[in-house]
């Protein structure tokens, strides 16, 4: 017995023992939670449910040069409610004057609201739906509400913020004023002003501190943001609506007519370089039109006749000949090397003078002049071509902008044929943007100016900066040289390729240009072709320059020269700039407020800061910003023309009803 109490007492040892033990590493791991790892498990626990959010900044909105709306953010708001942040008594006390506020903004009966709240409190909801897409003025409105205006964390009110970028001119000049994103691969990327100009329109993003509460959701923990948001700078363009809608419609119109696969057209002040319109049109396969590519800026390709204009200069800078020097056509068609140089004109034009070949375009008679001036010393042709900014990119913020290619003569694929080829636009590759660039020179007597999108960056009335006029090149060439070139593209108008256009209203001188596409589709033989016409009106003193770039118009039409396809949209928008509206034919001076531009800003502001209960009188805004008003009151905008508003189908002082849709009609 003795031995077995022995064997008993042993195993209430060992157990104690045991018990101690653990209760010592108990000890030591609770001490080294607290003590050692403590802050790393408080640090997690608090990254789980606390976290802060970045509060996007409001983007700053983009602008014509007349100040109507070109791209702009409409904010829009999601309202929740915490049903257990408020205290009870704030509750019951608040339910019923919450619930008649909500009826009058949102439309539905009081009682449906008690129901609802009551019932989110019963269970618990903290994240329960109030409203959707709420405009910033109903926003303000139900922040106001009883019970709301106590704030997040006694009045449990959650709102959720997103920013809707809306283009309100629609689909003209949509590529030029680009966009911002963020790829499927998580990289930003972007196109036109959008992107170039992100660093002003962004603004900075501000922080708001969140709890995780239910399923996932979180809600602010306090009234006021971490870091504030500073909303971005605005836009100031260059381009002109007018002008641009001008523009779009000309190039539309003619592209549907010749079945063109797609075109361009760019309007630019000469002084300046700004650029007043912009257009880029592509054929969907449904076979309408569309902006989805900068054609203007990005296509480098075979001009044509078009850079007969380097030849010219280049001949008379190097006084190799002068404009009345006769050549022999040779019946249209010589050879070099085996190939051969053909004349549109069948037949050849028999003996011209270099001007008359230049305003026919005369393939055989500018490469003869080329070939036979500089086949011993093709350098400095090509030389001449790089002075003049023919071989460089312009520089622009842009991103894709197109790389032009002048051959060299210490190029490996330089041959016997690269010197005639060039002389008549083969062989080289150019955009439209540099093309018009150069043509632009001459109209602006030599000085060459940077295109311009770009005018200035303001916070409303107050201008952050301005962009000035870039000279390139000061002086591209003599003024004796630049007068011979003037008289040349007026007379390819008057009584050249381009006699077509001409008019006794108004004057007008460029180039014609036809290139044949080095490419073929589907495997197929058939011809493609590029049609193009740029110059520059009134021809006496320059406004304005243009080109116009066509590209496969259908050849089963028997009609793809330059001065057929393209000419026209050229003609169309001279005339309709001068004789529509002869006011634009003035350039402002830089140094001078654009008093319309204000005007636009100060009634924009007022109307925007003002709360509606009723429909707000529209009529006389600029559309864009009319838009823009209403959308930010949560009324659907159709608009019928360009301009200002003419006529609003709901009169103003009407009953402002959601989801109402509102007809604009612009003149």
């Given at each position: 017995?003795a031995?077995e109490?022995?064997?008993?007492?042993?195993?209430?040892?060992?157990?104690?023992?045991?018990?101690f033990?653990?209760?010592?590493?108990?000890?030591?791991?609770l001490?080294?939670?607290?003590?050692?790892?403590?802050n790393?498990?408080?640090?997690?626990?608090?990254?789980?449910?606390?976290?802060?959010f970045?509060i996007?900044a409001?983007?700053g909105?983009i602008?014509?040069s007349d100040?109507s709306?070109?791209?702009t953010?409409?904010?829009?708001y999601?309202?929740?409610?915490d049903a257990?942040?408020?205290?009870s008594?704030a509750?019951?006390?608040?339910v019923?004057?919450?619930a008649?506020?909500?009826s009058?903004?949102?439309g539905?009966?009081?009682?449906?609201?008690?129901?609802?709240?009551?019932?989110?409190r019963?269970?618990?909801?903290?994240?329960?739906l109030?409203?959707?897409d709420?405009s910033?003025?109903?926003?303000m409105?139900?922040?106001?509400?009883?019970l709301?205006?106590?704030?997040?964390?006694?009045g449990?009110i959650?709102?959720d913020?997103?920013?809707?970028r809306e283009?309100p001119?629609?689909?003209?000049?949509?590529r030029?004023i680009?966009?911002e994103?963020i790829?499927?691969n998580g990289?930003?990327?972007?196109?036109?002003?959008e992107?170039?100009?992100r660093?002003?329109?962004?603004?900075k993003?501000?922080?708001i501190?969140?709890?995780?509460i239910?399923?996932?959701q979180?809600?602010p923990?306090?009234?006021v943001n971490e870091?504030?948001?500073?909303?971005g700078?605005d836009?100031?363009?260059?381009?002109?609506?007018?002008?641009?809608d001008?523009?779009?419609?000309?190039?539309?119109?003619?592209?549907e007519?010749?079945e063109a696969?797609?075109g361009?057209?760019?309007?630019?002040?000469?002084?300046?370089?700004?650029?007043k319109?912009?257009?880029?049109?592509?054929r969907?396969?449904?076979g309408?039109y569309?902006?989805?590519t900068?054609?203007?800026?990005a296509?480098?390709?075979?001009?044509g006749?078009?850079y007969k204009?380097?030849d010219l200069?280049?001949?008379?800078e190097?006084?190799?000949?002068?404009?009345?020097k006769?050549?022999?056509?040779?019946?249209g068609e010589i050879?070099?090397?085996?190939?051969?140089?053909?004349?549109?004109?069948?037949?050849?034009?028999?003996k011209i003078?270099l001007?008359k070949?230049?305003?026919v375009?005369?393939?055989?008679v500018?490469v003869?002049?080329?070939?036979?001036?500089y086949k011993?010393?093709?350098?400095r042709f090509?030389n001449?071509?790089?002075?003049?900014?023919?071989?460089?990119r312009?520089g622009?913020?842009?991103q894709?902008e197109?790389?032009?290619?002048v051959p060299?003569?210490?190029?490996k694929d330089?041959s016997?044929?690269?010197?005639p080829w060039m002389?008549?636009g083969?062989?080289?590759?150019i955009t439209?943007?540099?093309t018009?660039?150069y043509?632009?020179?001459?109209a602006?007597?030599?000085?060459?100016v940077?295109?311009?999108?770009?005018?200035e960056?303001?916070?409303w009335n107050?201008?952050?900066k301005?962009?000035?006029?870039e000279?390139i090149?000061p002086?591209v060439?003599?003024?004796e040289?630049?007068l011979?070139?003037k008289?040349?593209l007026?007379?390819?108008?008057?009584?050249?390729?381009g006699?077509?256009?001409?008019?006794?209203?108004?004057?007008?001188?460029?180039?014609?240009g036809?290139?044949?596409?080095n490419?073929?589709?589907?495997?197929?033989?058939?011809?493609?072709?590029?049609?193009?016409?740029?110059g520059y009106?009134?021809?006496?003193?320059?406004?304005?320059s243009?080109i116009?770039v066509v590209?496969?118009?259908n050849t089963?039409?028997n009609?793809?020269?330059g001065?057929d396809v393209?000419?026209p949209?050229?003609?169309?928008?001279?005339?309709?700039i001068?004789?529509d509206?002869?006011s634009t034919?003035?350039?402002?001076?830089?140094?001078?407020?654009?008093?319309?531009?204000?005007?636009n800003?100060?009634?924009y502001y007022?109307?925007?800061?003002?709360k509606?209960?009723v429909?707000?009188?529209?009529?006389?805004m600029?559309?864009?910003?009319a838009?823009a008003l209403?959308?930010?009151?949560n009324?659907k905008v159709?608009v019928?023309?360009?301009g200002?508003?003419?006529?609003?189908?709901?009169?103003?002082?009407e009953?402002?009803n959601?989801?109402?849709t509102?007809?604009?009609?612009?003149?």
């Amino acid at each position: 017995m003795a031995v077995e109490d022995k064997h008993i007492t042993y195993r209430i040892y060992l157990v104690a023992v045991t018990v101690f033990l653990m209760a010592i590493a108990i000890t030591v791991k609770l001490t080294n939670i607290q003590w050692v790892d403590g802050n790393y498990y408080r640090k997690l626990a608090k990254e789980r449910t606390v976290r802060n959010f970045v509060i996007p900044a409001n983007k700053g909105n983009i602008y014509s040069s007349d100040g109507s709306l070109l791209a702009t953010s409409i904010p829009n708001y999601n309202i929740r409610f915490d049903a257990v942040a408020p205290k009870s008594e704030a509750f019951q006390k608040n339910v019923k004057p919450l619930a008649d506020s909500l009826s009058l903004l949102l439309g539905k009966p009081s009682s449906y609201f008690q129901a609802e709240l009551r019932k989110a409190r019963a269970n618990k909801n903290r994240y329960y739906l109030i409203a959707r897409d709420l405009s910033f003025t109903e926003y303000m409105k139900i922040k106001s509400f009883p019970l709301f205006n106590m704030g997040v964390y006694k009045g449990g009110i959650i709102t959720d913020q997103k920013t809707v970028r809306e283009h309100p001119i629609g689909e003209i000049a949509e590529r030029t004023i680009g966009y911002e994103r963020i790829t499927p691969n998580g990289i930003p990327d972007g196109k036109g002003i959008e992107w170039a100009y992100r660093k002003y329109l962004n603004g900075k993003d501000g922080k708001i501190l969140k709890q995780k509460i239910a399923k996932g959701q979180w809600k602010p923990i306090r009234d006021v943001n971490e870091v504030e948001p500073q909303d971005g700078y605005d836009i100031i363009s260059t381009i002109d609506v007018y002008i641009q809608d001008i523009a779009h419609h000309a190039l539309l119109k003619q592209l549907e007519l010749f079945e063109a696969d797609h075109g361009c057209v760019v309007v630019m002040e000469t002084k300046t370089g700004q650029v007043k319109a912009i257009s880029n049109l592509g054929r969907a396969t449904n076979g309408g039109y569309y902006e989805t590519t900068n054609y203007a800026v990005a296509e480098s390709h075979e001009p044509g006749s078009t850079y007969k204009l380097a030849d010219l200069m280049t001949l008379l800078e190097d006084k190799k000949v002068d404009t009345s020097k006769v050549y022999d056509s040779k019946g249209g068609e010589i050879t070099y090397s085996g190939k051969k140089v053909r004349d549109s004109h069948e037949g050849g034009y028999g003996k011209i003078s270099l001007a008359k070949g230049f305003e026919v375009s005369s393939n055989t008679v500018l490469v003869q002049a080329v070939y036979e001036n500089y086949k011993n010393e093709p350098s400095r042709f090509v030389n001449h071509l790089n002075s003049y900014g023919l071989n460089s990119r312009l520089g622009l913020p842009f991103q894709g902008e197109g790389k032009p290619r002048v051959p060299q003569p210490t190029d490996k694929d330089w041959s016997n044929i690269s010197l005639p080829w060039m002389a008549f636009g083969y062989g080289v590759s150019i955009t439209p943007l540099q093309t018009l660039t150069y043509y632009n020179a001459v109209a602006n007597n030599g000085e060459m100016v940077k295109p311009q999108f770009v005018s200035e960056i303001k916070s409303w009335n107050k201008t952050i900066k301005k962009f000035d006029k870039e000279v390139i090149n000061p002086k591209v060439c003599s003024q004796e040289t630049i007068l011979k070139l003037k008289a040349v593209l007026e007379n390819v108008v008057k009584r050249g390729t381009g006699s077509k256009l001409y008019s006794k209203d108004f004057s007008m001188a460029g180039k014609t240009g036809t290139a044949q596409a080095n490419y073929a589709k589907n495997g197929g033989n058939e011809k493609h072709y590029i049609s193009s016409f740029v110059g520059y009106f009134p021809a006496d003193v320059p406004k304005y320059s243009c080109i116009v770039v066509v590209h496969e118009p259908n050849t089963s039409m028997n009609n793809y020269y330059g001065a057929d396809v393209a000419g026209p949209v050229f003609k169309r928008i001279a005339q309709k700039i001068f004789t529509d509206a002869p006011s634009t034919n003035e350039i402002k001076k830089l140094d001078k407020k654009n008093g319309k531009q204000e005007k636009n800003y100060s009634e924009y502001y007022a109307k925007a800061q003002k709360k509606h209960h009723v429909i707000p009188n529209v009529k006389g805004m600029s559309g864009m910003d009319a838009v823009a008003l209403l959308g930010n009151l949560n009324i659907k905008v159709k608009v019928i023309g360009v301009g200002k508003v003419k006529k609003q189908s709901i009169q103003p002082g009407e009953s402002l009803n959601k989801n109402t849709t509102i007809i604009l009609e612009l003149s």
